[in-house]
């Protein structure tokens, strides 16, 4: 938590991922590998390398190409394709980095990143979605839809890339003790990501007040203690708060 806190942005995340895993592999070499279950993939491993290559390329080359080519398009796939590429352990990791990406530079409001995150989780599937929305309300029209589909394929792209290329060497990797110890320590660091993210920015730009707070306590016990629908909650909530604003 205290790397995010330090260090804003996409750079304090991969930090403190690469120092949960470098910490694993000291500290967690007693966590057992994986040692049956043969995983075999039919992908060749020069299609495997040809995709972690061009993963890493777009990476890299991707920021360059932003600052001599003036284009929204470009910039946007760059944005996503960034904040895709370095999310691990769960989708909420990435709204620290959209915040960045989409908010700093005024793209959209802080208001409607958190409208677009609280439809996402009202609906089935993974938290990437909120990318379509995102793009969407950048500009009217069909410059929008085509901004949000730019920015769909683009942060869904690096981990289609990843799981690719890792395919054909994962069997053996998984096997390994060391590698075992470095992906425990990199989840214990992503669980420290998610509680930053969970301060800021939901906590910090959403609850302002101390009705804020009490609606979102009630949010919570609502999902975890009466098992609510999460739309059902999403859409109760908000309708509390206006009755709250009226009183």
């Known amino acids: ?133 995102i793009g969407a309300v950048m500009q009217p029209g069909l410059a929008g839809v085509v901004l949000g589909l730019i920015a769909l394929v683009a942060i869904f792209l690096p981990g289609l890339l990843l799981v690719y290329g890792m395919m054909p060497f994962w069997d053996d990797l998984r096997q390994r003790p060391a590698a075992a110890a470095m992906v425990a320590g990199a989840n214990a660091a992503v669980v420290g990501i998610l509680a930053a993210a969970l301060y800021n920015p939901l906590w910090t730009s959403a609850v302002v007040g101390t009705m804020d707070a009490v609606i979102a306590v009630l949010g919570f016990a609502l999902l975890v203690h009466y098992k609510l629908p999460p739309w059902g909650v999403v859409l109760l909530l908000p309708a509390l708060a206006v009755v709250a604003q009226m009183m």
């Not at 996409?10 to 049956?36: E, P």
């Not at 960034?82 to 989409?102: D, I, K, S, Y």
């Not at 409001?109 to 929305?133: K, N, R, S």
């Open 1 to 133: 938590i205290g790397i995010t806190m330090l260090l804003v942005g996409s750079v304090g995340q991969l930090v403190a991922i690469v120092f949960g895993a470098v910490a694993g592999f000291c500290v967690c070499r007693d966590v057992a590998a994986t040692k049956s279950g043969a995983m075999r993939f039919p992908i060749g491993r020069s299609a495997a390398i040809t995709a972690l290559i061009l993963c890493a390329v777009l990476f890299v080359v991707l920021p360059v190409l932003i600052h001599t080519v003036d284009s929204q398009g470009l910039a946007v796939f760059d944005a996503f394709y960034r904040a895709g590429a370095l999310v691990f352990g769960g989708g909420h990791v990435v709204l620290p980095l959209l915040q960045t990406e989409v908010v700093d530079p005024g793209w959209i409001t802080t208001e409607e990143f958190l409208a677009g995150y609280g439809m996402a989780q009202a609906v089935p599937g993974p938290l990437f979605t909120v990318a379509a929305y």
